[in-house]
């Protein structure tokens, strides 16, 4: 039976909503390796890259990432980014494929005969976001 301003009501106890919320919310482990798909905040973690030559911008590059240790390859979309020769070369979609600890990553990019390679060091110290720990902001 529901009580008047109470969530859960079990003969003899009364639960409040809130103290039933905060059981539930406790009980639920913190995002990690163990949970690739989950959200752990509304944040979402990228890392860009500027792409130019000495004539400017370089425009419409493909990105691909191949992590070092484990030869796993993956395109990485490049969606709506506003600003010319700046590209997304991982973001939090890819954290699975990271260790928390830090994984080695040869970012590539190509099109038109454009190309670079650069080899990053990209973490995921919280287990819900990546990060750049050393590479260069700038290529080729």
């Not at 969530?7 to 909503?17: A, E, K, T």
């Not at 752990?40 to 590059?61: D, H, K, N, R």
């Not at 970012?107 to 819900?128: H, K, L, M, R």
Request: charged share 15%; proline share 9%.
């Amino acid at each position: 039976m529901w009580g008047e301003g109470w969530g859960i009501q079990i003969p003899g106890v009364r639960i409040s909503p809130l103290l039933a919320l905060s059981v539930a919310i406790a009980g639920v482990p913190a995002c990690s390796d163990a949970m690739p798909g989950a959200v752990c905040t509304e944040s979402f973690a990228y890392v860009l890259v500027q792409a130019q030559t000495s004539a400017g911008p370089i425009m419409g590059l493909t990105i691909s990432d191949s992590v070092l240790r484990t030869g796993a390859s993956f395109p990485v979309p490049q969606n709506g980014i506003p600003v010319p020769g700046s590209y997304v070369i991982i973001d939090d979609n890819f954290r699975g494929q990271l260790r928390t600890s830090g994984d080695s990553v040869r970012v590539t990019g190509w099109e038109n005969g454009e190309v670079f390679s650069a080899i990053y060091v990209f973490d995921v110290p919280d287990g819900c976001h990546v990060r750049k720990v050393s590479g260069p902001d700038i290529v080729p």
